[in-house]
């Protein structure tokens, strides 16, 4: 498993460099690494009224899969692995509100997505859940974590089934990022 951990390691820096992600806190051990991008999608409607349409400015949230990954190495159970993220994505949700109240365009981030295959739960975390509409950007979007699925999974026994590897957006308006996360300067 860690001579796989040192190439998913190389191939993570290549993939960081030329997707021009930049870290939120990593002398902090944030777990996120974004980059702003602009919205290219049908709209989307959040139960807080906010609308994201086409042209507005997101913040794109990236896991470091590969720093959970070394992370959670000796996890063999499950549950306690989605645990881990769990809190270390819920841990980490401070330094983004943080991020965007300093960044120069900050005012203009309407809020954050991401894209998941694992999306069970993160309402409790203050995401939504959308479709992704586009059918080959989906497709794409699997291709590219079914094999980081599969390696962190690679000892394991369960019966995953492709049909639960679907992904899906994950989206927070920076008003509610804000009013979760926001923490007492």
């Known amino acids: 498993m860690r001579t796989i951990m040192k190439v998913w390691s190389l191939v993570d820096k290549i993939y960081f460099y030329y997707s021009r992600l930049e870290y939120v806190n990593q002398a902090e051990g944030?777990?996120?690494?974004?980059?702003?991008?602009?919205?290219?999608?049908?709209?989307?409607?959040?139960?807080?009224g906010?609308?994201?349409?086409?042209?507005?400015?997101?913040?794109?949230?990236?896991?470091?899969?590969?720093?959970?990954?070394?992370?959670?190495?000796?996890?063999?159970?499950?549950?306690?692995?989605a645990l881990y993220v769990y809190k270390r994505v819920e841990e980490?949700?401070?330094g983004l509100v943080d991020f965007i109240r300093n960044h120069p365009q900050g005012e203009t981030i309407k809020g954050i997505i991401g894209i998941t295959v694992l999306h069970r739960g993160v309402s409790r975390l203050g995401f939504e859940v959308k479709d992704i509409e586009n059918g080959y950007y989906k497709k794409l979007k699997q291709l590219y974590m079914k094999?980081?699925?599969?390696?962190?999974?690679?000892?394991?026994?369960?019966?995953?089934?492709?049909?639960?590897?679907?992904?899906?957006?994950?989206?927070?308006?920076?008003?509610?990022?804000?009013?979760?996360?926001?923490?007492?300067?």
Not at 55 to 72: P, S, V
Request: aromatic share 6%; hydrophobic share 40%; glycine share 2%.
């Open 50 to 81: 906010i609308s994201i349409q086409s042209k507005d400015t997101l913040l794109k949230i990236h896991l470091h899969n590969c720093l959970l990954m070394n992370e959670m190495l000796h996890m063999e159970n499950e549950t306690k692995r």
């Open 30 to 48: 944030n777990i996120f690494r974004v980059k702003l991008l602009t919205y290219r999608g049908k709209e989307l409607l959040l139960s807080n």
């Open 147 to 185: 094999p980081l699925f599969i390696l962190c999974h690679l000892n394991k026994q369960q019966g995953w089934k492709e049909k639960n590897l679907v992904p899906k957006f994950l989206i927070m308006s920076k008003e509610q990022l804000l009013s979760r996360y926001l923490q007492d300067a």
């Open 92 to 94: 980490s949700m401070p």
